[in-house]
């Protein structure tokens, strides 16, 4: 059974770069057909796609971040991560790793709260 | 502002029925399949519907999808305090580069 789960820092300050990786337990970044995608939720708000990375190393990102987003996967630690450039206060949110299959999101991570203050 | 639109609150006495519409457009719920999350209050969402009106393992069947065009809809019956949670419908879009897409989300009370 696959199992993510998501780590980095809680905190990050304003105009500064949000790090966080996504550890990949019972399965493989490298597996065919699976799309590593990172997902957040800003407080009392819903959900927003961020972007995703399939197998391949091909990236896909949310066009209203698509220059701040950056999704990159380390097959040698079986992880994916995410980074977020130029970060404001906006950028506070739960941030969550998940699986793509065909057309569902599966599993999903604990999430991540990451707050950005300075 | 979501892309695709959910009542924000539904509510429901034990035992009864309740349906959570998801609106969309041509490019998203009309193109691609439409999957449903429940989230839990303090927890990740968890895959609930997926290919419109399919059940992972383990998701009873009071649990039903179904869609209509640009629209979706999910149905839960014999309602317990248990489902008591937020319900986003997700799918992507082909106007976003096939890129994902959510409702703000609805609220669910069991009254």
């Known amino acids: 059974q696959v199992q993510l789960q998501e780590s980095g820092p809680g905190l990050v300050k304003p105009s500064e770069t949000l790090s966080l990786t996504c550890t990949v337990s019972g399965g493989s970044v490298s597996s065919g057909g699976y799309y590593w995608s990172w997902i957040r939720q800003s407080p009392g708000k819903g959900l927003e796609w961020l972007g995703y990375?399939?197998?391949?190393?091909?990236?896909n990102y949310n066009p209203s971040l698509k220059s701040r987003v950056t999704i990159s996967t380390d097959t040698s630690k079986n992880q994916f991560s995410l980074k977020l450039t130029s970060v404001t206060a906006a950028d506070t949110a739960v941030y969550y790793c998940v699986r793509r299959w065909l057309s569902r999101l599966d599993p999903w991570g604990r999430g991540t709260l990451v707050t950005v203050s300075s | 502002q979501s892309v695709l639109t959910q009542p924000p609150s539904v509510s429901a006495a034990p035992g009864q029925k309740v349906t959570i519409s998801c609106s969309g457009n041509?490019?998203?719920?009309?193109?691609?399949?439409v999957s449903w999350y429940q989230q839990l209050p303090g927890t990740a969402p968890k895959l609930l519907i997926y290919?419109?009106?399919k059940r992972p393992s383990g998701i009873p069947d009071r649990f039903s999808g179904s869609t209509s065009g640009t629209s979706a809809t999910l149905a839960i019956t014999g309602l317990q305090t248990g489902d008591e949670a937020d319900y986003y419908c997700g799918t992507w879009d082909s106007s976003l580069s096939a890129g994902g897409v959510f409702g703000g989300g609805t609220k669910l009370t069991v009254l």
């Open positions: 290919e419109n009106n």
């Open positions: 990375i399939y197998y391949t190393g091909s990236t």
């Open positions: 041509s490019s998203n719920i009309g193109s691609y399949y």
